[in-house]
């Protein structure tokens, strides 16, 4: 289990135990080995939440912790404990550490895995406990994201199953803006959902207020997507359009002689440079947003399978 913590030393006491035990009883009904861990990552946190987990995993050999040079925010808190984790267990569980998402729903993750899935994304059924502005602006959250062209699984927050075999492949994309939920799909590898109750925080405040979230979102969308690239050029050509008739229209009213002198003329100019500007903008836009790409060197194929392992034992001998 990898959990993120910043200044969670009103919760951390509270929730410790209860992961152990969830990590205990899925151990007893064997679907886990019994050397599992659970690793909180300390994001840099002010308050005392380090000496908790130190302290911690000095009374329980199955309490790890790492800690963040400074908060760097917690998708990169979350990838540090994947990382440390990737090469140790087969199965890694990424989990907020305020007893928000129930770890009840772990059991069927790893169900899912045991039945072939290799990524499994935990998506809240609802969203009762949350007020209705977190509601609302969690949910246009989603849309909108989906909607500037990245691809996220609906209500899936950070809450997710993934097998080493997809770290191994996920260690190769090494972009520096990180949208974790966006880019597990981006993976690729057999995948499902497990839904589950999203619950009241046990204790402490959110550390995602509205503006963290709109900054999460921008972050999303921007190292994602080159979408709102495209909107320009659409818009540019539009604009262009009406660039067009704009000139018609002038020079029609200019042949009837309903225009005072030098009207004509400036319409024309304005409407053109208007439209070429933002079309050449577009274009430009597009070039940069190739470069973008490509500056990331994502992995350009990924193998999920073979049918033997010639490959691997040729390589070995
Ligand atoms: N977190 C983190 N670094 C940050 C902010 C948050 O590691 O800079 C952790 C936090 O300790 C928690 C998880 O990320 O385990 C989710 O944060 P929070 O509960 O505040 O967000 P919310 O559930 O309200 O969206
Ligand atoms: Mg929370």
Request: hydrophobic share 40%.
């Amino acid at each position: 289990m990898i959990i993120p913590c910043y200044n969670e030393e009103s919760v951390l006491p509270i929730t410790a135990p209860m992961f152990l035990q969830k990590l205990e009883q899925l151990e007893k009904d064997g679907k886990i080995h019994e050397d599992s861990r659970i690793l909180f990552v300390n994001d840099g946190s002010k308050d005392r939440t380090w000496e908790i987990i130190k302290e911690l995993s000095e009374k329980d050999i199955r309490y790890q912790g790492i800690a963040q040079s400074r908060n760097r925010g917690h998708q990169n808190a979350v990838l540090a404990g994947l990382m440390e984790a990737k090469d140790q267990a087969d199965i890694t569980i990424s989990i907020d550490c305020d007893g928000q998402d129930d770890i009840n729903a772990m059991d069927k993750m790893v169900d899912a895995y045991l039945d072939g899935a290799e990524v499994v994304y935990g998506v809240r059924s609802k969203r009762d406990t949350d007020t209705f502005f977190k509601r609302f602006t969690a949910e246009s959250f989603y849309h909108l994201m989906n909607w500037m062209g990245a691809e996220v699984v609906f209500n899936h927050a950070d809450y997710r199953l993934v097998s080493s075999k997809v770290l191994e492949a996920f260690s190769d994309f090494k972009e520096v803006n990180i949208f974790l939920r966006g880019m597990f799909p981006l993976v690729g590898f057999k995948s499902t959902s497990v839904y589950y109750e999203r619950r009241e925080r046990i204790a402490g405040e959110s550390h995602y207020p509205l503006k963290k979230m709109l900054a999460l979102a921008f972050d999303g969308i921007t190292s994602l997507s080159i979408k709102p690239i495209r909107l320009i050029t659409g818009l540019g050509a539009v604009i262009s359009g009406l660039g067009f008739l704009a000139i018609i229209w002038a020079i029609v009213m200019q042949v009837l002689g309903h225009t005072v002198a030098g009207w004509a003329s400036l319409v024309c100019i304005v409407a053109f440079l208007g439209g070429i500007q933002l079309l050449s903008l577009g274009v430009i836009g597009e070039y940069i947003g190739k470069i973008y790409l490509e500056t990331k060197a994502r992995p350009r194929y990924i193998i999920s399978e073979r049918t033997s392992d010639e490959k691997r034992n040729r390589k070995e001998s």
